[in-house]
């Protein structure tokens, strides 16, 4: 027995695709209503497998994304859909608006991940009765290298 589940896959999106994800796409947007955010996502991955240049698509996807937070995922989204639509004015400000974000989200994940590893290296260096504390660093501005010094007066 011949299986036909991607024959009539195949037909459909063919006949139907652009439809289809027009529905799909309409359905996500009702889920973001909804706050069925995860739904919407679905949905909205099934309208661009249907239609991969469906910017609209793109751009609800990108909202769901950023109502659950995830900042990077919704930008990527809504570049793709100014690829598709290059003189969209709003999805142009969008794409700013979720630039900063992502750059401010970016910054803080920095900022706490150097603090973790200025706690980690005090740790190891107080065992030697020294901390960070007792280094400088310098940024050679030719090269972008730095140098370390250590300062035992600290």
């Known amino acids: 027995m011949q299986q036909q589940g991607p024959a009539i896959f195949e037909l459909l999106h063919q006949e139907y695709g652009d439809k289809l994800a027009i529905f799909l796409n309409n359905r996500a947007a009702t889920n ?7 739904d919407a996502i679905k949905d ?9 240049r469906y910017a609209r698509a793109y751009i609800r996807r990108s909202s769901a994304f950023e109502k659950t ?3 990077e995922e919704a930008l990527r989204d809504v570049k793709k859909a100014l690829e ?3 003189s969209n004015a709003n999805i142009r400000k969008s794409a700013i608006r979720l630039q900063k974000i992502e750059d401010e989200r970016l910054e803080k994940l920095k900022e706490e991940t150097m603090s973790k590893l200025k706690d980690l290296g005090n740790s190891l260096l107080g065992n030697f009765g020294m901390s960070l504390d007792n ?6 501005p030719k090269t ?5 010094s250590f300062n035992q007066g600290k």
């Open 69 to 71: 937070e995830r900042t």
């Open 84 to 86: 598709l639509e290059p």
């Open 44 to 52: 909205a991955d099934v309208a661009l497998i249907l239609n991969p």
């Open 32 to 38: 973001i209503l909804l706050e069925r955010f995860e």
């Open 144 to 148: 972008g290298s730095y140098s370390i």
């Open 135 to 140: 280094f400088n660093t310098v940024q050679d």
